[in-house]
Nanobody, 122 residues
Framework: VQLQASGGGLVQSGGSLRLSCTVS????????IGWFRQAPGKEREFVAA????????YYADSLQGRFTISRDNTKKMLYLEIHSLKPEDTAIYYC????????????????WGQGTLVTVSS
């Protein structure tokens, strides 16, 4: 299983980004995939998850409204759009396979791919 996040960069506060995640090594549309992030000096935290079919998704309570997760099963791609970026969104963002759609604990993730760094300047 390989997941590779990309699309990060330096953005001004209030700006937007779209992160992408390429997936290989498993039957992509059978599984829930999510986004996590880890800010400097903090633990990794859940951001959002989406079912294999793309029919349902959910977000961390504190991040509702500014984040949108989506997937394109024909391209085996996962996306995360972030709007109204804030300096506290600065983090490395990771995509990961979630064994259980309803369990978003980072400890359940078996394999972490390379993340992408998002830096938001004030």
């Amino acid at each position: 299983v390989q997941l590779q996040a990309s699309g990060g960069g330096l953005v001004q506060s209030g700006g937007s980004l779209r992160l992408s995640c390429t997936v290989s090594g498993f039957t992509y549309d059978d599984y829930t995939i999510g986004w996590f992030r880890q800010a400097p000096g903090k633990e990794r935290e859940f951001v959002a998850a989406i079912r294999g079919s793309g029919s349902t998704s959910y977000y961390a309570d504190s991040l509702q409204g500014r984040f949108t997760i989506s997937r394109d099963n024909t391209k085996k791609m996962l996306y995360l759009e972030i709007h109204s970026l804030k300096p506290e969104d600065t983090a490395i963002y990771y995509c990961a396979f979630l064994p259980d759609y309803n369990d978003n604990r980072p400890s359940t993730v078996v394999s972490w791919g390379q993340g992408t760094l998002v830096t938001v300047s004030s």
